[in-house]
């Protein structure tokens, strides 16, 4: 049975560790290395694994499945926010000294957020059930996008998002060291790093309105859904340093994406109970199919 205990435990040490990570380990601006990306990226990975450890000690078999397959469903659908986020610094020129502190931000806020919509969610599904039909709907569909819609890239600057954010507070075309405002022309203007900011802030919304969904198709218990989505997040900044560019190279994977979206949605609409353990199995096929097809075509390229 899960206590209120366990809620504190797991939160203190959350925050106790956020607030170490950036008062200690990260209290200056600067460029992670690629080993150091790949180091924090391994450590909050093994932090994940030991806590299904303990959820499989403490909770049960089926517990550990719900939890681990959660878990690598927010990992996955994560790596668009990866993309996102690249695209975001690229278009904005934020130097890579800067980005660090605002992931660092954009990930505390999305914890708070995330635990909002998913307790709210929990209590809409328990109240309206027909919900689901909706959910389902909506995973289907942003699956089958993927596959039949092709996006256009739209300059920040024409975006309807920075014209809106104008009308709001006037931004500044410069950077002006870490500062998110500065006085211009004697008139106070946001700089590039606080529309950054914003924008890390709306794509984690948008993304945690398909991801949310997908896990309630795996489970509906709010601990688990917590846990798995708030150390899915931890581990991504340090995650977007190792893959911002490398993600691009992986061809299949935007489709693995729209599968397991589609999968995830019929799932909910059908009502299709199965064992936590075949969804974690059949989503690790998917991924791994999607990873050395996307390998073994970038080596016929090579070759030819």
């Known amino acids: 049975m899960i206590t209120q205990t366990y809620w504190i435990v797991f939160n203190i040490f959350i925050f106790l560790f956020l607030a170490l990570d950036l008062g200690i ?17 391994l450590f909050w990975i093994s932090v994940s694994l030991a806590f299904s450890a303990w959820i499989f000690v403490h909770l049960g078999e089926v517990a550990f499945f719900e939890y681990i397959t959660s878990y690598k469903i927010e990992k996955v659908l994560s790596l668009d926010n990866v993309m996102v986020f690249a695209v975001i610094f690229k ?50 569909f942003t699956g089958m996008k993927i596959f039949f819609i092709r996006e256009k ?3 920040l600057a024409n975006s309807r998002l920075w014209k809106f954010c104008q009308k709001i507070i006037p931004l500044s075309s410069k950077l002006h060291g870490n500062k998110f405002f500065v006085i211009e022309h004697k ?32 489970t509906r218990n ?8 708030i150390l899915a997040i931890l581990g991504l900044r340090s995650l977007y340093f190792v893959l911002a560019r490398a993600i691009e190279k992986i061809k299949y994977l935007k489709f693995a994406l729209g599968i397991v979206l589609v999968i995830v949605g019929l799932k909910l609409i059908f009502s299709i109970h199965l064992h936590p353990g075949i969804t974690f199995v059949i989503l690790t096929i998917i991924f791994s199919s999607s990873i050395i097809l996307s390998m073994r075509e970038k080596s016929l390229r090579k070759i030819n």
């Open 25 to 41: 380990f990260n209290r200056r601006d600067h460029q992670p290395t690629y080993k150091e990306a790949i180091g924090w990226t």
């Open 91 to 140: 278009s904005l020129s934020i130097p890579t000294q800067y980005q660090h502190r605002l992931l660092f931000i954009g990930i505390l806020s999305a914890i708070v957020m995330r635990a909002l919509m998913i307790f709210l969610g929990v209590e809409l599904l328990e109240r309206f059930s027909w919900l689901l039909y909706i959910f389902g709907a909506f995973l289907v």
């Open 153 to 155: 890239e739209e300059p």
């Open 187 to 218: 008139k106070h203007k946001a700089t590039p790093l606080l529309f950054a900011l914003v924008l890390i802030e709306f794509s984690d919304i948008i993304f945690a309105v398909d991801s949310l969904p997908a896990i309630f198709s795996i």
């Open 222 to 229: 709010p601990f688990i859904i917590y846990t798995s989505n």
